[in-house]
Every structure is written in structure tokens, then in C-alpha cells.
């Protein structure tokens, strides 16, 4: 993230622990604010304690009700709001075969990856657009939106169709001042899953390499496997595609002031 330009207003959902944490610490020492959203009030009173002048607030991203006041608390104490890392997860790691439990917790885990960051960019964006400057909206999906894991399908299904969804923002945001970024972890050593052991890729060595990146100057951010040649050249690929074919049907786009394309 380019840091000298000037102080940016930062909010990252899932920002508690992990992660959204690791970020969250780089964009302080940086001399940017910085709120972070989680679920538990002790863990944010924690990560507050720990990081002063890290600002919290407690919101459930898999409720729609938890995300329109999260959207209405951001607006009201946040209106300069121009960095957003949409970053709050859950991986229920079970196969499909031994997936038994109640629907409710395959439906939480569909509404927090993949509703939940679809509505909030569909709240956030205007407040990001209206005043103009420049500004970034990142939703971090996964490697395993690219390669389905068997021991976590409802994740890999969910972070694909979160990837989808980025894309075809991104294509809509082209025009404005508001860059879209895909941040693509692979596995990260973090408590996803829930406590206990865990594997993947060090937290504060993923942090430190993605953090300066994040900047809007590029539209995947990827680390170890997802930033390898051949993984950049499939995304480059896939996104020429996309480009061929957004020409096929007339669909109103973002203007540069903010405002929308009447339908043609």
C-alpha cells in the first residue's frame, strides 16, 4: 500500500484476529484509520488494547440486518471511508458425503462468504464513489477459489462465486476512482477453521508481502502458489475472456462521477 501520499480511512471486516488483524496492525503503523469488525466483542476489545488507536465495532457479516448497520455506522463515522478489505470468514472443514449437521450452518457459512461481501459492496460502494478520490474496495477470496478442496466444498464453492462476483465489480467500477482488488490467500496458519492445529503459509510473512500491494494498482494480489507465473498468466487469461465477452449484452456501468448508465 503506497503509504507516503496521503492518510487513508481504512475498514476491514473480519479484522479481530488473523488476517484482517495483520492488516489491520500494518495499516496503523502506516499512520492510516483503521476500524475492524468481528463478531466477538472480547476479541475486538483485545485487538483494541493491544493496537492503540484501533477503532471496533461488533458486526455479524452473515446477518443482512449486522451489515446495514455496519454500513450505516461506517457512513456516519467514516464518510471519508476510502480503503475497504471485505475479509470476514468461516471454513467448515467437512465432505460432502459427512455433512450431516443442520442446514442453518451450511446457510451461515453461504452467508457469511458469499452474501455477506456481495451486500456490503453493494452498501459501501456508493459512500466510496461520493466523494470522489480515489479509493479501494478488496474482497479476499482464496486458492481454493481455483482449486476445489474436497475437505472444505461449501468454502471453495462459496470464495468461487466470490471471485465471479469481484470480476464483474470490478468491471463495473472501471470508469470510477474506486480500484478493485482480489487478494487470493493460500492456506494462511490462521484459526479459519476454528481452533486447533493448523497449516499453510505464515501469517506476519503473507501480511507483510501482500500489505504494500494493495495499493489498486493491480487487480489480483496473490502469495506463494497464487502469485507463482503460471496462476497470474490463468488469471490473465480468464480476465481476457471476460473482457471478449462483456461486450455481448449492454449493461450499465459506474460513470466516473459516481452516478449509473441509464440502461440503453
Not at 496492525?25 to 483503521?34: E, F, M, N, T
Not at 467437512?94 to 451461515?108: L, M
Not at 478488496?138 to 468461487?160: C, D, E, I, R
Not at 450499465?252 to 459516481?258: H, I, K, Q, W
Amino acid at each position: 500500500m503506497a503509504t507516503s501520499e496521503s492518510s487513508r480511512t481504512v475498514l476491514i471486516t473480519g479484522g479481530s484476529a488473523g488476517i484482517g488483524l495483520g492488516l489491520a496492525v500494518r495499516y496503523l503503523k502506516a499512520g492510516h484509520r483503521v476500524m475492524v469488525t468481528g463478531r466477538s466483542p472480547q476479541r475486538l476489545a483485545a485487538a483494541a488494547e493491544e493496537l492503540p488507536g484501533l477503532e471496533t465495532f461488533v458486526s455479524d457479516i452473515g446477518s443482512a440486518r449486522g451489515r446495514e448497520e455496519l454500513a450505516a455506522h461506517a457512513q456516519h463515522v467514516m464518510p471519508d471511508l476510502d480503503v475497504v478489505i471485505s475479509n470476514a470468514g468461516i471454513q467448515r472443514r467437512v465432505g460432502i458425503a459427512a455433512d450431516d449437521a443442520p442446514w442453518a450452518e451450511a446457510q451461515n457459512e453461504l452467508d457469511i462468504l458469499l452474501a455477506g461481501p456481495v451486500h456490503l459492496a453493494r452498501l459501501l460502494t456508493p459512500q466510496l464513489l461520493r466523494h470522489g478520490r480515489p479509493s479501494v474496495y478488496v474482497n479476499v477470496t482464496s486458492g481454493g477459489a481455483f482449486q476445489p478442496m474436497p475437505f472444505a466444498p461449501l468454502y471453495s464453492a462459496a470464495k468461487a462465486a466470490l471471485h465471479s462476483y469481484t470480476v464483474n465489480l470490478r468491471h463495473a467500477l472501471g470508469a470510477t476512482p474506486c480500484r478493485v482488488v482480489e487478494l487470493i490467500p493460500p492456506a494462511v496458519a490462521t484459526q479459519l477453521a476454528g481452533p486447533g492445529p493448523n497449516h499453510g503459509a505464515d501469517p506476519e510473512e503473507f501480511c507483510d508481502t501482500v500489505f504494500p500491494l494493495l495499493d489498486g494498482s493491480r487487480p489480483e494480489v496473490g502469495f506463494g502458489p497464487t502469485a507463482q507465473p503460471d496462476f497470474i498468466e490463468r488469471l490473465a487469461a480468464e480476465n481476457r475472456a471476460f473482457e471478449a465477452a462483456s461486450t455481448r449484452f449492454a449493461v450499465p456501468l459506474y460513470r466516473p462521477d459516481g452516478s449509473v448508465e441509464k440502461p440503453h
